[in-house]
């Protein structure tokens, strides 16, 4: 490109003049707003949020990581916005290798590590070394192997991701195609992609960055009559580039896929195999095993159970995360919506705030509700992998298949309820909310794929509607079922055609045990119908599988979600008697809450909720309660059921409808206890000092097309189109 | 960065080279799926495709265009997916201006050159010329200025935009604060932001394209007193930059507002205006004048209500739009669900196509159907458009209330049905849908804006539920309601406590008048919900504006939603019936359909839809009914009323997924019909072969990362890192 023909640098020099100069004053002062929405709280922010924070010395270490962090070269985000795609790549990997350096130098714990890795929330081609390579060494390798390879894990001499999912494959694993057939002469393996679908694609770090990976290949043995036998798949650990020049190896062809619709500092790759060989002790032989000879051990049967352990906790930590996630979408959107103001009631009067329409009350404040619910939910799920953890080393599997089901539908249910949520919160911040600016253009393209990664959500929530199914069966054959669906022992009285709501009036609807009456009436008849469906299309009896199944899933997953929102309701009320009784706290910062002590309030003690905020909050749990029977789909099945009269359903209206205007005057608070940092958020619509237009203008001038007065497009696109002219 | 230390070129070679050579074969022929689904149709496809393209020539042209389209420097899309900003930006404009050229050229048509923007789909800085700049002078501008300022749009020697929205102000128009006042001395006006939130925000084009705008600012006046008087917002043509050096006048500051969700090509800019002066006669004036000593000529009359001829345009284009846009997404969705597979039923057997999943159907299905709705209702608001337009003319403005209160709610509800069916329909390709490769993610990111711009949905449904519970009060008050909303004249009997819904079995709920029915019920409860939940708030009087009003937004947005899903129905089946008995026929591909003629079928006259098409048509109909009553909400609302029965609402759920069903063999064949080219949809996922794993891999290959084997970061981020070593 020509360079610039006249004097540029001064106009440049204008443009560096904060257009604020020629401005006298804005006539709205946004931070009056939230200080007074501040003001109207009716409980002490401090109390909830050291008690969502794991006390108040965590809550001052985030404060403070955040501040360091911030200054760093790799932490800095003021250009994250602005960033291409090779720049976000580069950038997430420096960001995470800044972290990995600093644990290191700082000698932080894992929990500190994992506290930054938040913080600066700029996944990069490391995620998979840590949070897949690693983790399966550990609990797939043998104890040699684990010797050979946790040092050049931890020394980052290698980096490794894991390589699953195929092009043609991804939730169905036994469906996998790529082969590591055994050869006795050499006692190698030969690691072949078959065809074109058994590509690997998807893994994260695979692109460009990984030097090994964990592949999953359908191990090809001897079957003693000269044929080979399919074992199905195994994992296998595979260097794939060259240790000195990067480059793949012969025999492996490796690339990036392209840009996602998030995610783009991350190099997920694609890999396919032409004939690889890797020595017989690369396979991950903890459980299975290859001899030399090409015999093969099977696991012993206890681990397909002891298994799941893995799986659970992963599942925990995505439900922990999306509390965390949608509580970071509602706090920039609730007081975003404390700021903006939209339409004068009469001349001369002021705007009124966006929070004050009801329809915007009636999205957040529900919002808001599902945050605290699924971050109780996710601490919740994080002592439940803690308890199989301790019933797995005693040998006891009895609660495996419950503790599978429900983290199944858990998953499903909070990931769609965040990443819903977060769009929602973007709609409620109007044209602003389009804006990479505010923060949630960003947040809700990264969050998404939640919905889809480790396990399909509707195919988890099939899994969850067949326990479910099952168990009601059981319970008519006489058994009993234990846990969260013990509600299914009751099946028969509750869904007598007699049953009737107890609600006598609006009031009542505010009662816990109302409102979780109506919610389990509604799951229960929820899979009462799911399974009347299947047995139709099985001719009487419940097939789990092909057609009848298959072509009946709608029911099925109606099932699970009614299932889980019971669930998740009665888990915010016990948690929130749980806090209120001093018994531990909540760390909403970092997924991996399992590493961190839950009773971490120092010297101190344990910081307990006091009663004005416990109260808020059983307000939040109510509205949670209702507007999910009002909005998702209960309240039908509660009134063609005759649960439910129309009288009653009029009063949940407005007990609905009244708790939005009875928690409006929290809701600035409420996303405060949070304590997001507004390095955290980075957006400009969501920040602490309600300053959101100062914000934008500030962030939008770092927007490279700004480099230039002209614009990229002038002196090569525009200027040969446009007649050069002065004033016309 | 330091260049590579040995021989990469024979390892990039080896890149290049297809993975595909190492593959011996895909064990799935996905092509033959789609062959399958092909054949199982039953109707011709080329019948409905043929009146949904308005006649087979200009389907022919659509084909013929996209192909040219694809073989130009500018149109060509292979590097769409991986563009920075700035790329996006010039080679958005490149196009644009690509577009206008060959538009001269060739001396095409208006409505040639739209077709050919919808199938580039690179919107760039042009848009606001295009689409506001122009329409602005000729529908506001006098006879002079149109001759003033028409040549220099036409010829492009300038380039406009349209700069209504501030900081802090978007759909409350009244609040605008840039003022323009008025200088008898010398005959100016002075353009000038007094604050903060007085800059214009978000105008298309303004960044770094334009060179003018029109501007909307507060005309103040002398009141002949020695003060000045406040005339509310009019529009002024104001030159904002130098046309020699394309740097902003002095006084006026300008910038990219940074990135947006999606729209990467669009310049959205903001600006603002330190005391610019500018000449008297560049405020717009066929309709208000000032005159040369500061007199102000208010407009006549009629004009506040002829100016809706514009807004009511807009709406029927966004309309158009949100079916053509949501079609894309649907054949993407539904190609690719009948070509992936997933878990085989038992051993040995080929994995299930997506679509045979029933919660897949029950996604994909409806909203096939809504993409039918949305173009038949886009078709049909351009006729509202043209009968308003002739109306006018005569002086008749009796139906605009009506028309005003119909295109709001039908532009909120068509615009979230389209926005959320595509993001419904990215989740339903799994894993492969979060790759941009697939199309959706970028489809989603660029069209959601539409649920804000041109009034936002939620402002919009509530002057949908203001007329209609304002009509409501005036049937009960003697009156009577024309229109859509004429089914309120029989509220009294519709909502009596005896009324009840008329089906009888499964079968009954296929029949048109008996889902019309009960969505007409639903409409009118509704409506006298929102009517009593205001009636109470305002003491019994009903208030439309205020704390009364706004604090009881939820139950009028319902109203709205329910009216529209009503007429929306209605224009499906009027329109099968004009199709099928050949009067005109539908224009898919491009929004401004007004410019066609709608009889455009050449000299065969025009196509008439099959009987057997019809009846495929009218299944999505019903369809579009049952799953907008069971899913929207309506059932709940019927079965309060008791209005329907517990049986009655399990028959609905059965004849619902007996549809699923009964369609199920023509989904291919049903997006097949929009024919859409490849180039179009520009989709690995949704290509016509069905080849969609090549594709993936094809089109990833691309991805600037793979520039190089050993990517961005090696030599000076990872290399340092990583102890070089050879094998392990």
């Not at 619509?685 to 990229?712: F, H, I, K």
Request: charged share 20%; net charge neutral; aromatic share 8%.
């Amino acid at each position: 490109m020509a360079a610039p023909p006249r004097d540029v640098d001064a106009r440049t020099a204008a443009l560096q003049r904060p257009a604020t100069e020629v401005i006298l004053k804005t006539h709205t002062e946004p931070s009056d707003d939230l200080a007074m929405e501040r003001r109207k709280a009716t409980f002490d922010v401090n109390d909830l949020s050291y008690v969502l924070n794991g006390g108040k010395e965590q809550l001052e270490k985030k404060m403070r990581f955040a501040e360091v962090l911030s200054k760093t070269s790799w932490g800095d985000k003021s250009r994250r916005y602005f960033l291409t795609r090779e720049e976000e790549y580069v950038g997430a990997l420096k960001a995470a290798l800044g972290i990995w350096e600093k644990m290191k130098s700082e000698a932080l714990s894992l929990s500190d590590g994992a506290l930054m890795r938040t913080l600066v929330d700029f996944p990069g081609g490391l995620e998979l070394h840590i949070g897949m390579f690693i983790p399966s060494i550990l609990s797939q390798g043998s104890a040699e192997q684990q010797a050979k390879w946790m040092p050049l894990c931890m020394g980052l001499k290698i980096i490794g991701t894991y390589a699953q999912t195929e092009l043609g494959h991804g939730t169905f694993v036994r469906g996998l195609e790529t082969t590591a057939t055994y050869d006795k002469q050499t006692q190698e393996f030969v690691i072949h992609s078959p065809t074109l679908t058994a590509t690997k694609w998807w893994p994260g770090g695979l692109g460009k960055t990984s030097t090994h990976a964990i592949v999953m290949a359908r191990l090809m043995l001897p079957d003693g009559g000269g044929g080979v036998r399919d074992h199905g798949p195994h994992g296998f650990v595979v260097q794939i580039r060259d240790m000195d020049t990067h480059l793949p190896l012969q025999g492996v062809t490796i690339g990036d896929i392209g840009p996602k619709f998030g995610f783009g500092g991350v190099d997920n790759g694609f890999m396919s195999f032409d004939h690889l060989r890797i020595p017989r002790d690369n396979m991950l032989m903890r459980f299975a095993k290859v001899t030399p000879e090409g015999v093969y051990v099977p696991p012993p049967p206890s681990n397909s159970k002891a298994s799941y352990a893995t799986m659970v906790f992963v599942r925990a930590d995505i439900v922990k995360n999306s509390g965390s996630v949608l509580a970071r979408a509602v706090t920039i959107a609730t007081r975003y919506a404390a700021v903006r103001r939209q339409t004068a009631p009469g001349p001369g009067q002021r705007e009124l705030q966006v929070l004050d329409y009801q329809n915007c009350a009636a999205t957040l404040l529900p919002l808001l509700a599902s945050a605290y619910a699924l971050t109780f939910m996710g601490e919740d799920m994080m002592g439940m992998y803690k308890k199989f953890e301790a019933d797995r080393d005693a040998g006891r599997f009895e609660g495996l298949p419950e503790l599978h089901a429900l983290s199944s539908g858990l998953k499903a249910l909070c990931t769609w309820t965040a990443a819903d949520g977060i769009e929602e919160c973007r709609r409620t911040c109007g044209g602003h909310g389009y804006s990479r600016l505010s923060g949630l253009p960003t947040l809700f393209a990264s969050y998404v794929q939640n919905v889809t990664w480790e396990g399909d959500n509707n195919v988890l929530c099939l899994q969850t509607a067949r326990y479910l199914i099952k168990a009601l069966a059981g319970v008519k054959a006489g058994k009993r079922v234990e846990g969260s669906a013990a509600y299914l022992n009751d099946a028969a009285t509750e869904l007598a055609p007699s049953r009737r709501c107890a609600a006598a009036g609006e009031a009542c609807w505010l009662r816990p045990e109302v409102a979780a009456a109506a919610l389990r009436h509604a799951a229960a008849r929820s899979c009462a119908t799911a399974t009347e469906t299947l047995a139709a299309a099985s001719g009487g009896r419940l097939v789990f599988e092909g057609a009848p199944w298959n072509s009946n899933t709608v029911d099925s997953i109606r099932a699970a979600k009614a299932h889980c929102v019971l669930v998740l309701h009665a888990t915010f009320l016990d948690s929130v008697a749980r806090l209120e009784a001093g018994a531990g706290t909540i760390n909403i910062n970092t997924s991996t809450a399992a590493a961190l002590p839950s009773s971490s309030g120092g010297a101190g003690g344990l910081p307990r909720l006091g009663a004005a905020a416990a109260g808020v909050l059983r307000q939040l749990a109510a509205l949670f309660a209702l507007d999910s029977l009002e909005r998702g789909g209960g309240l039908a099945v509660l009134l063609e059921d005759g649960y439910m009269s129309a009288a009653q359903a009029g009063a949940l209206r407005r007990a609905h409808r009244g708790l939005l205007a009875a928690l409006r005057p929290n809701a600035v608070a409420l996303v405060d206890a949070f304590a997001f940092p507004d390095y955290l958020l980075h957006s400009a619509l969501g920040r602490a000092d309600g300053d959101v237009y100062r914000g934008l203008l500030d962030m939008a001038r770092g927007s490279p097309l700004n480099d230039t007065q002209e614009g990229p497009a002038w002196h090569e696109v525009l200027r040969p189109v446009l007649a050069a002219r002065s004033r016309l």
